[in-house]
């Protein structure tokens, strides 16, 4: 894509500037109000197709300018950046000091942590370490009317004010542009393993259950389906046994403890349930692990979908959405009742709507929702791209008007 | 308060449902923070979400103040009515409605006292893990509005780490629900704003609350230092070292004397300061950790490090630490707690200039806090009576708060800004900052008559006054 333009869901041209400063930033969000242009901020472009395609003509904002690092005391275990920094930046920085954050990011090296807060990205690891709402204690937007706005602090425990980085964290940017973000991070593990179960489709609420109830505290549980691995296996032969199941269980701990959990673990499954079972410890997990982190981006997918739903519920919509005709590749954060579902390019919009109107109401029968990370743009129109509206909706609506009350920042791609 | 809307708000609720006599008010004139006061002109109790509806709509009919209240443990004077009005009262709304271990979560009237839920999950083995030393009084509503934290929530994360869902009252009348069981709804996380709102977005009716296993083990130990410093750098050093404690309490030597009498735990009494280092989790590994906690405090001067061998022990060594402020009145007839933030590395410094803060204004001031978030609790004690000490009392709080501010920390971790702090808001924020938040209260509460003047400073410019506002007890 050209650095001087660029697209959004197929609307524009969009002029793009890079502002190599907050106080660009804010000139750039004034100059724009002044005109009365759109404002779409971007990072890495890794996740600009999420949502729906933009209404308003404006301008582009690259926010990759903005990285520096502001302050990095690593004995409080706290890191203020620039949000344009990338993750795989961030990480590198954190690494020496024995500190992270604890977040999967597909495409570290291109997403910046601003990107990823305004879609509220997270991954396998978001069962035993949570998601970026838990890390976020201090954060500065540009908002409206180009002022920088903060709120929280840079330290671990602070309830002054309202905490507005709750509302910013998955906002898609509506609310105003991230530009700056204190972390609280975490010591790195010092041992993880990854156990490998592999069984057929009718094992898995079973297997699911008792794994609810095991003794040991996985910080991850991926459920992946036959599709899914073979797609694995096409970009990484024989990383995973083909099977119609594959359950991977997580640990990352001390070295005794992830030592006694995967024993135990062995220990506790019920037998006859699982066709084969391996363990992998310390860095040969380390290529699973990525693959994992990376497949909810898949490039391979028209369309990907992400259903959110109670945990328990996890083993009924998956074994529905395999038995589409769709042939859909699926992974499940299924300790924490997300499900991703990857469809490929045999997938049509009729058989699209189709398969949304068999799982939206499994979904929200288990009070969650499904939502299209993506899909082509000219299906946008008629699918319900942020899914089942809630009754929050008019209150969203509300929150919106109040701070973005002229829809300045990304006008018609988020769902308020 | 005009008698139509007392009689309206009678037939709502019934005559044993509200409270107008001046010597019932008079309970509720304050609450934990006894500085100001102020008595409400009628105190309700409802019992539904609907009779809370039905009393906010009066309210608003009549043009009247209302605020929400729970158990009124706030410290930070959240329920000072100010201006008067209506103050609903959610204690009577106390049920456990829901709780479902295969999806970890509960939903609960917000009247549920915090350990009571504990109470209730601990034959499964679970617990609600956000834990404040007022545990045994505060109720979740509370906790949701102040966003409460606790000595467990240094590993555990704090009330809105464990919030999944709210139903609100808004200020209108209307009731929303955010969030729910399920995680990751789309739109905006409204939920993770109603927390820590201080009531001023409206009354919450029912939370869904995550629950959490117990741990299987716990290592509980007591460091004992000959000085505060040794204390606070071994905090510093097992942070630095990557360690995460489940808990990181620090108590100084005239709390010791306190909690001692009370107690009778065996504290020395010739100690500095003593640390409670809890770690917990798996068996497997904790003895090491135990160890390397052992290690560093061993490195930074402790004396000895005593480790509680029975549960029995355990406990009562967190009775002691919970009801630590409760002991605080065998010092002194008053006292003033305070709750400040530095960064953890900043400890060993703001506790040498409480000390100087203590001795310029000739107060005692004992301490005893969740050292390893570096939330401070300087007690400041004095005789309500003698209004020189008051002023001293205030002006210390003032000077140790600008100082938390100064090194980068914040002027509250847990209590809330409610009306005592209103005026350091506009140091820690600028107009700018301000005016997203004042935007973001319209949303919820755009006439400002649900908690009128807390929270953000410009608030209670526009509410109808009933009565005089603010009265200090000075
Ligand atoms: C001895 C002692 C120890 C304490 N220890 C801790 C501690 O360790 N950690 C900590 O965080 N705090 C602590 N506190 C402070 C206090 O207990 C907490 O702030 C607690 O959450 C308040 O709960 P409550 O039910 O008493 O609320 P209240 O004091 O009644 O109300 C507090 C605020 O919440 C609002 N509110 C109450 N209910 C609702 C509702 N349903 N909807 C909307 N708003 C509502 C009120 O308007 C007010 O602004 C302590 C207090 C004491 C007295």
Same mark, same amino acid.
């Given at each position: 894509?050209?650095?001087?333009?660029?697209?959004?869901?197929?609307? =524009?041209?969009?002029?793009?500037?890079?502002?190599?400063?907050?106080?660009?930033?804010?000139?750039?969000?004034?100059?724009?109000?002044?005109?009365?242009?759109?404002?779409?901020?971007?990072?890495?472009?890794?996740?600009?197709?999420?949502?729906?395609?933009?209404?308003?003509?404006?301008?582009?904002?690259?926010?990759?300018?903005?990285?520096?690092?502001?302050?990095?005391?690593?004995?409080?275990?706290?890191?203020?950046?620039?949000?344009?920094?990338?993750?795989?930046?961030?990480?590198?920085?954190?690494?020496?000091?024995?500190?992270?954050?604890? #977040?999967?990011?597909?495409?570290?090296?291109?997403?910046?942590?601003?990107?990823?807060?305004?879609?509220?990205?997270?991954?396998?690891?978001?069962?035993?370490?949570?998601?970026?709402?838990?890390?976020?204690?201090?954060?500065?937007?540009?908002?409206?009317?180009?002022?920088?706005?903060?709120?929280?602090?840079?330290?671990?425990?602070?309830?002054?004010?309202?905490?507005?980085?709750?509302?910013?964290?998955?906002? *898609?940017?509506? *609310?105003?542009?991230?530009?700056?973000?204190?972390?609280?991070? %975490?010591?790195?593990?010092?041992?993880?393993?990854?156990? #490998?179960?592999?069984?057929?489709?009718?094992?898995?609420?079973?297997?699911?259950?008792?794994?609810?109830?095991?003794?040991?505290?996985?910080?991850?549980?991926?459920?992946?389906?036959?599709?899914?691995?073979?797609?694995?296996?096409?970009?990484?032969?024989?990383?995973?046994?083909?099977?119609?199941?594959?359950?991977?269980?997580?640990?990352?701990?001390? %070295?005794?403890?992830?030592?006694?959990?995967?024993?135990?673990?062995?220990?506790?499954?019920?037998?006859?349930?699982?066709?084969?079972?391996?363990?992998?410890?310390?860095?040969?997990?380390?290529? *699973?692990?990525?693959?994992? /982190?990376?497949?909810?981006?898949?490039?391979?997918?028209?369309?990907?979908?992400?259903?959110?739903?109670?945990?328990?519920?996890?083993?009924?919509?998956?074994?529905?959405?395999?038995?589409?005709?769709?042939?859909?590749?699926?992974?499940?954060?299924?300790?924490?009742?997300?499900?991703?579902?990857?469809?490929?390019?045999?997938?049509?919009?009729?058989?699209?709507?189709?398969?949304?109107?068999?799982?939206?109401? $499994?979904?929200?029968?288990?009070?969650?929702?499904?939502?299209?990370?993506?899909?082509?743009?000219?299906?946008?129109?008629?699918?319900?791209?942020?899914?089942?509206?809630?009754?929050?909706?008019?209150?969203?609506?509300?929150?919106?008007?109040?701070?973005?009350?002229?829809?300045?920042?990304?006008?018609?791609?988020?769902?308020? | 308060?005009?008698?139509?809307?007392?009689?309206?708000?009678?037939?709502?609720?019934?005559?044993?449902?509200?409270?107008?006599?001046?010597?019932?008010?008079?309970?509720?004139?304050?609450?934990?923070?006894?500085?100001?006061?102020?008595?409400?002109?009628?105190?309700?109790?409802?019992?539904?979400?609907?009779?809370?509806?039905?009393?906010?709509?009066?309210?608003?009919?009549?043009?009247?103040?209302?605020?929400?209240?729970?158990?009124?443990?706030?410290?930070?004077?959240?329920?000072?009515?100010?201006?008067?009005?209506?103050?609903?009262?959610?204690?009577?709304?106390?049920?456990?409605?829901?709780?479902?271990?295969?999806? %970890?979560?509960?939903?609960?009237?917000?009247? /549920?006292?915090?350990?009571?839920?504990?109470?209730?999950?601990?034959?499964?083995?679970?617990?609600?893990?956000?834990?404040?030393?007022?545990?045994?009084?505060?109720?979740?509503?509370?906790?949701?509005?102040?966003?409460?934290?606790?000595?467990?929530?240094?590993?555990?994360?704090?009330?809105?780490?464990?919030?999944?869902?709210?139903?609100?009252?808004?200020?209108?009348?209307?009731?929303?629900?955010?969030?729910?069981?399920?995680?990751?709804?789309?739109?905006?996380?409204?939920?993770?704003? #109603?927390?820590?709102?201080?009531?001023?977005?409206?009354?919450?009716?029912?939370?869904?609350?995550?629950?959490?296993?117990?741990?299987?083990?716990?290592?509980?130990?007591?460091?004992?230092?000959?000085?505060?410093?040794?204390?606070?750098?071994? $905090?510093?050093?097992? $942070?630095?070292?990557?360690?995460?404690?489940?808990?990181?309490?620090?108590?100084?030597?005239?709390?010791?004397?306190?909690?001692?009498?009370?107690?009778?735990?065996?504290?020395?009494?010739?100690?500095?300061?003593?640390?409670?280092?809890?770690?917990?989790?798996?068996?497997?590994?904790?003895?090491?950790?135990?160890?390397?906690?052992?290690?560093?405090?061993?490195?930074?001067?402790?004396?000895?490090?005593?480790?509680?061998?029975?549960?029995?022990?355990?406990?009562?060594?967190?009775?002691?630490?919970?009801?630590?402020?409760?002991?605080?009145?065998?010092?002194?007839?008053?006292?003033?707690?305070?709750?400040?933030?530095?960064?953890?590395?900043?400890?060993?410094?703001?506790?040498?200039?409480?000390?100087?803060?203590?001795?310029?204004?000739?107060?005692?001031?004992?301490?005893?806090?969740?050292?390893?978030?570096?939330? $401070?609790?300087?007690?400041?004690?004095?005789?309500?009576?003698?209004?020189?000490?008051?002023?001293?009392?205030?002006?210390?709080?003032?000077?140790?708060?600008?100082?938390?501010?100064?090194?980068?920390?914040?002027?509250?971790?847990?209590?809330?800004?409610?009306?005592?702090?209103?005026?350091?808001?506009?140091?820690?924020?600028?107009?700018?900052?301000?005016?997203?938040?004042?935007?973001?209260?319209?949303?919820?509460?755009?006439?400002?008559?649900?908690?009128?003047?807390?929270? *953000?400073?410009?608030?209670?410019?526009?509410?109808?006054?009933?009565?005089? =506002?603010?009265?200090?007890?000075?």
């Amino acid at each position: 894509m050209d650095a001087n333009i660029c697209r959004i869901d197929d609307f =524009g041209p969009l002029p793009v500037v890079q502002p190599a400063s907050v106080a660009e930033l804010s000139d750039i969000v004034r100059g724009a109000a002044l005109q009365d242009q759109a404002i779409y901020p971007y990072g890495g472009r890794t996740m600009l197709d999420h949502g729906l395609p933009p209404t308003r003509p404006g301008i582009a904002v690259d926010l990759r300018g903005l990285t520096q690092v502001i302050e990095y005391p690593a004995r409080d275990m706290t890191i203020t950046v620039q949000a344009g920094i990338t993750l795989a930046k961030l990480g590198e920085l954190l690494r020496p000091e024995n500190q992270r954050l604890p #977040i999967d990011v597909p495409d570290a090296d291109r997403a910046t942590l601003g990107g990823a807060l305004a879609t509220n990205v997270s991954g396998p690891r978001r069962l035993g370490h949570g998601t970026l709402r838990d890390y976020v204690i201090g954060i500065t937007v540009v908002n409206d009317e180009g002022h920088e706005a903060k709120a929280g602090g840079r330290v671990v425990k602070n309830v002054a004010g309202y905490d507005l980085c709750k509302l910013y964290i998955g906002a *898609l940017g509506t *609310l105003g542009i991230i530009s700056q973000v204190t972390l609280k991070l %975490r010591p790195l593990a010092d041992e993880q393993a990854l156990v #490998i179960l592999t069984c057929e489709p009718h094992a898995v609420a079973a297997l699911l259950d008792a794994l609810h109830r095991s003794r040991t505290r996985p910080v991850c549980l991926e459920l992946l389906n036959d599709a899914a691995v073979a797609a694995l296996n096409v970009q990484h032969p024989g990383l995973l046994p083909d099977a119609p199941r594959v359950l991977i269980v997580g640990y990352e701990e001390k %070295r005794e403890t992830v030592a006694w959990q995967v024993q135990q673990l062995i220990a506790e499954l019920p037998a006859g349930t699982l066709k084969s079972l391996e363990s992998r410890v310390g860095s040969t997990a380390d290529p *699973l692990w990525q693959w994992l /982190v990376e497949f909810p981006a898949w490039s391979g997918a028209l369309l990907t979908f992400k259903a959110n739903l109670l945990p328990g519920a996890t083993a009924e919509f998956f074994a529905k959405a395999a038995d589409l005709p769709e042939g859909l590749a699926l992974q499940a954060h299924a300790g924490s009742g997300i499900v991703l579902g990857h469809a490929t390019d045999a997938l049509t919009l009729e058989r699209a709507r189709a398969m949304l109107a068999v799982l939206e109401p $499994i979904a929200t029968a288990a009070q969650g929702n499904i939502v299209l990370r993506r899909c082509p743009t000219a299906w946008k129109a008629t699918l319900p791209v942020w899914g089942k509206p809630r009754e929050d909706l008019w209150l969203m609506r509300a929150v919106r008007q109040q701070l973005d009350p002229k829809e300045r920042f990304n006008p018609g791609r988020f769902l308020v | 308060m005009t008698a139509p809307l007392l009689k309206r708000l009678r037939d709502l609720l019934g005559p044993d449902a509200l409270l107008t006599a001046p010597s019932d008010l008079l309970v509720y004139e304050c609450d934990g923070f006894t500085i100001e006061k102020n008595t409400p002109d009628v105190v309700v109790f409802p019992t539904s979400t609907e009779q809370v509806v039905a009393v906010v709509k009066a309210c608003n009919d009549f043009g009247v103040p209302f605020l929400p209240r729970g158990a009124g443990t706030s410290l930070a004077g959240g329920c000072l009515p100010v201006g008067g009005g209506v103050m609903i009262a959610l204690t009577r709304m106390k049920r456990i409605l829901e709780v479902n271990y295969r999806e %970890r979560y509960a939903v609960v009237e917000p009247g /549920v006292v915090n350990l009571w839920l504990t109470n209730h999950l601990k034959p499964h083995g679970w617990h609600y893990a956000p834990d404040p030393s007022s545990q045994g009084a505060c109720t979740i509503g509370g906790n949701v509005a102040t966003n409460s934290g606790g000595p467990h929530t240094l590993k555990y994360g704090v009330t809105v780490n464990h919030v999944l869902g709210v139903e609100l009252v808004l200020p209108d009348g209307r009731v929303v629900r955010t969030g729910g069981p399920a995680e990751d709804n789309p739109g905006y996380d409204l939920t993770g704003v #109603i927390v820590g709102s201080e009531g001023t977005f409206g009354i919450a009716t029912k939370t869904w609350v995550r629950i959490t296993r117990n741990p299987e083990a716990y290592r509980t130990l007591l460091g004992v230092f000959e000085t505060v410093a040794d204390a606070t750098n071994t $905090i510093s050093e097992l $942070i630095g070292a990557g360690i995460v404690p489940a808990a990181l309490e620090m108590l100084d030597s005239l709390i010791l004397q306190a909690v001692e009498a009370a107690f009778h735990f065996g504290f020395p009494l010739d100690a500095g300061a003593v640390l409670i280092m809890e770690v917990d989790g798996l068996e497997a590994g904790l003895g090491d950790e135990a160890e390397r906690i052992i290690a560093i405090a061993k490195k930074n001067k402790a004396r000895e490090v005593r480790r509680a061998n029975t549960d029995a022990e355990r406990l009562l060594l967190w009775k002691c630490r919970k009801q630590a402020f409760g002991a605080v009145g065998r010092l002194a007839p008053s006292y003033c707690t305070q709750d400040g933030v530095v960064p953890r590395t900043k400890l060993p410094h703001i506790l040498n200039e409480i000390q100087r803060i203590g001795t310029k204004y000739q107060l005692r001031i004992c301490n005893v806090f969740h050292a390893g978030d570096g939330n $401070i609790h300087p007690i400041l004690l004095f005789d309500e009576r003698d209004a020189d000490q008051t002023k001293r009392v205030l002006a210390a709080s003032h000077e140790i708060l600008e100082e938390c501010v100064r090194v980068g920390g914040s002027v509250t971790g847990e209590h809330g800004i409610g009306v005592e702090k209103i005026d350091f808001m506009s140091k820690l924020f600028t107009p700018e900052d301000l005016g997203v938040m004042l935007r973001l209260r319209n949303a919820f509460n755009p006439n400002n008559r649900c908690s009128p003047a807390k929270m *953000l400073p410009t608030a209670g410019a526009c509410i109808e006054a009933s009565k005089a =506002g603010r009265r200090a007890a000075l």
